[in-house]
């Protein structure tokens, strides 16, 4: 059987293998990643705008190989658009590579053509003359170390919460889709490491203050019980899954923005696990909880 050729907003693409089962615990295939991401589009791409996408590919399902793809693929449509960004250090001794920008519905569809479900982003976007700007993203990635789980991480997150409305900053809560969570904040930097430099400082803190379940340091014989809060995330050279991203466990959980009342009343892993069909009902229900990332002012960081 042909692919099926597909317009999308008058771009005209080859879609293919739409019944693989990229899920197979729950039978959730390859066509039904692309209505997600189709669906889920208003909400999602104001999020991937203007910044540099690295896609994790799964093109046998979540329990086939993956690998993650910086350098957009030559067989890409010339609408695509793309943009050079230097790689100094990278594992495949590229010094640049050409990273998709997903600005609109058929580079996302082409996007998870790919069976690309994962969509990472890093915390900066890159202008149209000035190439990489500076971060305007804060985040604090909150993983937790077994038994310890998303429960552990909103007590964490409540208190970070604290912390930052003291300087300024109000934070605004995801899960990571996976087993943790995640606070962001829109900020305004002077230098491109300051989101670093200050999300390792409040981390420490809140080490010092709650020793018994936070960890600062990054060796793994130090987090059993705890809740990491990885503030190397604000790394230039590193990314987070995007808002409303897909990720590669057994069932297609969404990394999904929460409501503060939800992080404060969470009693188990299991109330703040969201699939694909559950996150589309919240849009619906709640908008975009995301937005004020990009709508609210950004405070001096």
Partial sequence: MTDPLVDVEGRRMRVSNLDKVLYPKVGFTKGEVLDYYARI?????PHLQDRPLTLKRYPDGVEGASFFEKNVSRHAPDWVRTVRI???????????????LVQ???????????????????????????????????????DPGEPATIVECCEVALRLREELAEDGI????????????????PVRVRSADR??????????????????LVVSR????????????????????KTTVAPYSLRARPEPTVSTPLL??????????ADLVFTADEVLERVEEHGDLFAPLRTEEPPKL
């Fill in 41 to 45: 589009a208003p909400v999602l791409l």
């Fill in 104 to 142: 609109d519905l058929p580079t996302l569809v082409w996007v998870a053509n790919l069976a690309s479900l994962e969509l990472h982003i890093p915390q900066w976007t890159v202008g149209p003359r000035d190439g990489r700007r500076d971060p305007d993203l804060l985040v604090f990635d909150l």
């Fill in 170 to 185: 109000e934070a605004h809560p995801k899960t990571s889709g996976s087993k943790g969570m995640q606070l962001y904040a």
């Fill in 195 to 212: 989101t670093r430099t200050y999300a390792k400082e409040l981390a420490e803190r809140l080490e010092r203050a709650m020793p018994e």
């Fill in 260 to 269: 503060w009342d939800e992080v404060a009343e969470c009693e188990s892993a």
């Fill in 86 to 100: 230097e790689t100094p250090g990278s594992s495949r001794g590229a010094e640049k590579a050409d990273y998709a």
């Fill in 218 to 237: 990054m060796a793994k014989n130090l987090r059993p019980h705890k809740v990491f809060i990885d503030w190397s995330q604000n790394n230039t050279q």
